[in-house]
Nanobody
Framework: QVQLVESGGGLVQTGGSLRLSCAAS????????MGWFRQAPGKEREFVAH????????YYADSVKGRFTASRDNAKNTVYLQMNSLKPEDTAVYYC??????????????????WGQGTQVTVSS
């Protein structure tokens, strides 16, 4: 079993930045690949970023490529999402997720076994 707790959400103006964190516990963090997803009101949950077991292999949705950066610190059992140049359309609840998958990248919600509770990100225009 894996427990995931996100933090770092909030209200920011267009063009601003936020850094989300996701702390994991309960299973060897290095065995897991991690993903970030988001869900806006009335929309389906969508893929944002994937980071492999090492900290160098990452994959992003086109909508965030060049603005968002996923990273992980396996010593701290934590994954991060640095979000720059935020836009109003980035407003959503952001979720981190974990998977034991051996595939790269994993971009579907069904590929992830464990989910955090989500953190709200609101970008004002």
């Amino acid at each position: 079993q894996v427990q995931l707790v996100e933090s770092g959400g909030g209200l920011v103006q267009t063009g601003g930045s936020l850094r989300l964190s996701c702390a994991a516990s309960g299973r060897t963090f290095g065995d897991l690949v991690m993903g970030w997803f988001r869900q806006a009101p009335g929309k389906e949950r969508e893929f944002v970023a994937h980071i492999a077991r090492n900290e160098w292999n990452t994959y992003y949705a086109d909508s965030v490529k060049g603005r968002f950066t996923a990273s992980r610190d396996n010593a701290k059992n934590t994954v991060y999402l640095q979000m720059n140049s935020l836009k109003p359309e980035d407003t959503a609840v952001y979720y981190c997720a974990a998977s034991r998958s051996r595939f790269f990248p994993e971009v579907t919600t069904t590929s992830y076994e464990y989910w955090g509770q989500g953190t709200q990100v609101t970008v004002s225009s």
